[in-house]
C-alpha cells in the first residue's frame, strides 16, 4: 500500500512538472514587463512620443473625414495663395490645398513604415532565430550572407534596389525591407545565443519539448524586448528613409501626397513660398523624433540593469 501511494505521488508530481514550467515561465516574463511598464509610464518624454504617435495614426485613419478640401484637386487662379478660411495652410504651385495633402501623407508615411518594420522584423526574427537556435553550418551560411548585406550603405544599397526596379513606393517598400531585414536577424540570433542555455529551455528540452515549442514558446518571448525597441526605432528610420527617396524622385509618383514627394515639388518655391516645404518637413521631423523618444524611453525601461 505504500509502494503504491510512492508511486501516485510520484506520477503526480511528473504530470504538475509541466505546469509548474510553464507557471515559472509566465511570472518569468510577466514580473519584468511589469517594471518595464511602471518605469516607462514615468519617463515623460517617451510618453509624449507615444502620445504624438496615436495622435499621428488616428489622423492617417480618419484624414479624409479631416481635409478640408480634395488633397488632387487643383485650382490654377489660387497658386501659392496665403492661408486663409479655404485653405488653412495656403496652396501649392498648382492651387492644391497644403494641409489636406499633409493629412494624406501621413498615411502614405505611416504605411510605409508599418510594412517595412514588420517585413523585415519578421524575417529577421525568423531568420535569427532558427540561426540561433541550430548553429552550426546554417548559423555560419547565414550571418555570413548578413555580414554581406551589412557591408553595404544602407540607403545606398536601398537606392540601388530602387534604381534597377524602377521609382515607385511599392519598390521603395522592398529595397527598405531588404536593407533592415539583416539587423533584426543578427539581434535576434545574439539574443537567441543567451537565452537557449538558460535552465528553463534544458527543462523543457529534458521534458520531451520539440524544438518548434522550445524555440516559439520558450526562447522567442524571452528574446522580444530588444526587438520591440529596434522596431520602434526603425519606424522612425524607416519614414526618414522614404521620405529621402520620395525628395529624390524614386519614391511616390505625382500626383500622391507623401511628404517627401511634397518637399521634391517644393523646393523650387523655397524663396517665394518657404511655407511649402516647412510644413512637410515639421511633419517628418516631428514623426521621427516621436519614435525616437518612445524608443528610448523603451530601451531605457527593457534595460536589466534597472531592473529590481
Keep these: 500500500m505504500e509502494k503504491w501511494s510512492c508511486h501516485e505521488s510520484l506520477q503526480r508530481n511528473w504530470q504538475i512538472a509541466p ?7 509566465i511570472i518569468d516574463i510577466s514580473r519584468p514587463l511589469g517594471h518595464a511598464l511602471h518605469r516607462l509610464s514615468h ?3 517617451a510618453m509624449a512620443g507615444g502620445a504624438i504617435i ?3 495614426v488616428i489622423v492617417a485613419a480618419i484624414g479624409p473625414l479631416l481635409a478640408p478640401n ?3 484637386q487643383q485650382h490654377p487662379e489660387l497658386r501659392l495663395a496665403a492661408p486663409d478660411a479655404q485653405f488653412p495652410l495656403g496652396t501649392d504651385q498648382l492651387g492644391r490645398c497644403v494641409l489636406s495633402r499633409l493629412l494624406y501623407g501621413a498615411r502614405s508615411s505611416l504605411e510605409v513604415a508599418v510594412v517595412v518594420v514588420g517585413a523585415a522584423a519578421v524575417a529577421g526574427i525568423l531568420l535569427g532565430l532558427i540561426s540561433g537556435y541550430f548553429g552550426g553550418l546554417l548559423d555560419e551560411l547565414l550571418m555570413r550572407g ?3 548585406l551589412l557591408s553595404f550603405p544602407g540607403i545606398i544599397f536601398a537606392l540601388l534596389i530602387v534604381g534597377i526596379m524602377g521609382p515607385s513606393l511599392i519598390n521603395v517598400m522592398i529595397g527598405l525591407t531588404l536593407v533592415h531585414w539583416t539587423s533584426y536577424a543578427r539581434l535576434m540570433r545574439g539574443s537567441v545565443l543567451a537565452v537557449k542555455e538558460r535552465p528553463f529551455v534544458e527543462a523543457a528540452r529534458a521534458l520531451g519539448a520539440g524544438h518548434r515549442r522550445i524555440m516559439l514558446g ?7 524586448g530588444p526587438i520591440v525597441v529596434m522596431a520602434t526605432l526603425g519606424m522612425g528610420h524607416v519614414i526618414l528613409a522614404a521620405a529621402a527617396m520620395s525628395f529624390l524622385g524614386l519614391g511616390a509618383q505625382p500626383p500622391t501626397p507623401e511628404w ?8 523650387d518655391f523655397m524663396r517665394t513660398a518657404p511655407n511649402l516645404m516647412l510644413f512637410p518637413g515639421l511633419a517628418i521631423m516631428v514623426t521621427v523624433l516621436s519614435f525616437n523618444m518612445l524608443g ?3 530601451q531605457d525601461a527593457l534595460d536589466p540593469r534597472h531592473q529590481g
Design 19 to 25: 505546469m509548474h514550467d510553464a507557471v515559472a515561465q
Design 43 to 45: 519617463n515623460w518624454t
Design 54 to 56: 496615436v495622435g499621428l
Design 70 to 72: 480634395d488633397p488632387l
Design 146 to 148: 548578413v555580414d554581406v
Design 218 to 224: 520558450h526562447i522567442l518571448p524571452h528574446c522580444l
Design 260 to 267: 517627401g514627394a511634397m518637399l521634391n515639388q517644393a523646393r
Design 296 to 298: 528610448d524611453g523603451l
